[in-house]
């Protein structure tokens, strides 16, 4: 992997007014350049909002596909199922087809072997809503594999695209299908100018220490994109997460004489009322889709032991004994299952 290469992936996903065709073609392009040209990328996004129908859009691919491999797609489709989009789109973040998905996938899996092509890779905007977007990159060879540190690497740019792809869809007001046009909200609670410094804020960011962690943050996001940090990929990754404080996604806003703003947008994930605070009911949904708890911690921006206090709290106020209890609510395991609690 291209550590060097991340800010421009994560500057791709947070190109929040880019059309969607473009937005995703721009999204594999940045990907290819840390993943390696070697590859056969692919992007598309899906509706499994409701598991019992699940869809998908049209693909987008930086490269023509093989001709051996145009059947590929065909066989991709004919395994939508209600299980598979329990197994795939409502469970997974990020992977390897054969070691994560090989059930589901099997068939897709076999078609490319079929042809001398080898395994998938992915990464899922997985979100409670069930629905997101999937970018792929596949080997045209047999032999391809990813060591934990780029499988980690991997799974925060996930994080990423599913933060990216739910605020794209709240800007436009898009809570139901992937062509639905829902009432929706995309509040730009704070906005940070060219100086570092607040020029509007609403809400909850009109407190003191709200304005304090998203200017922290906005300047974070700012010295990972310096000529000093932008190679290093560590650093970038550390310093820019996918939520601030829990609740914002801060997107450059630019305006027509080419001044660059912060905006810091509103972008929690749905999240069912259980009695929880809005903090505890994050931290909780975000658990229900299998993110331990750094991955949220990172996820939100906040603390490992913050998110460790918001569960045990959320866990008391459910009358749970722990987080493992906790999960078992119906409530939550739903949201990995179907469109709708029981």
């Not at 229900?288 to 918001?310: C, F, H, P, W």
């Amino acid at each position: 992997m291209n550590g060097g290469e991340l800010v421009s992936v994560l500057e791709a996903f947070y190109a929040l007014d880019v059309p969607d065709p473009e937005w995703l073609s721009g999204s594999l392009s940045a990907l290819s350049r840390v993943a390696g040209r070697g590859h056969d990328y692919t992007a598309f996004f899906y509706d499994a909002s409701d598991t019992e129908k699940p869809r998908v859009g049209t693909p987008r691919r930086l490269e023509p596909l093989p001709p051996e491999l145009v059947s590929v797609w065909s066989v991709f489709q004919s395994t939508l199922s209600p299980a598979f989009a329990r197994a795939t789109f409502r469970s997974l973040f990020v992977g390897s087809a054969k070691k994560t998905a090989l059930g589901p996938l099997g068939p897709v899996l076999a078609e490319r072997e079929r042809h001398g092509h080898g395994d998938m890779f992915y990464l899922n905007a997985l979100d409670p809503s069930g629905i997101g977007c999937a970018l792929l990159f596949s080997a045209r060879t047999q032999d391809f594999s990813i060591g934990p540190k780029d499988r980690a690497l991997l799974k925060r740019m996930a994080h990423h695209l599913s933060a990216a792809t739910r605020c794209r869809r709240r800007l436009r007001g898009e809570l139901g299908g992937f062509d639905s046009a829902e009432s929706g909200k995309a509040v730009a609670e704070a906005i940070v100018d060219d100086h570092g410094r607040i020029v509007h804020a609403e809400g909850v960011a009109k407190e003191e220490s709200a304005r304090d962690q998203i200017l922290a943050a906005a300047a974070a996001i700012d010295a990972a994109r310096t000529r000093a940090h932008r190679s290093d990929g560590d650093f970038a990754m550390e310093s820019w997460h996918p939520l601030t404080s829990a609740r914002w996604t801060l997107v450059d806003s630019f305006e027509s004489d080419g001044r660059r703003f912060v905006v810091a947008r509103e972008n929690q994930a749905g999240a069912p009322d259980l009695g929880l605070t809005d903090r505890e009911r994050q931290v909780v949904v975000h658990a229900a889709l299998g993110q331990t708890n750094k991955e949220i911690a990172y996820m939100l921006g906040i603390s490992d032991s913050t998110v460790r206090v918001l569960v045990a709290r959320a866990a008391r106020r459910l009358g749970a004994r722990g987080r493992r209890d906790l999960l078992k609510h119906p409530v939550l395991q739903a949201l990995a299952t179907k469109s709708q609690p029981p």
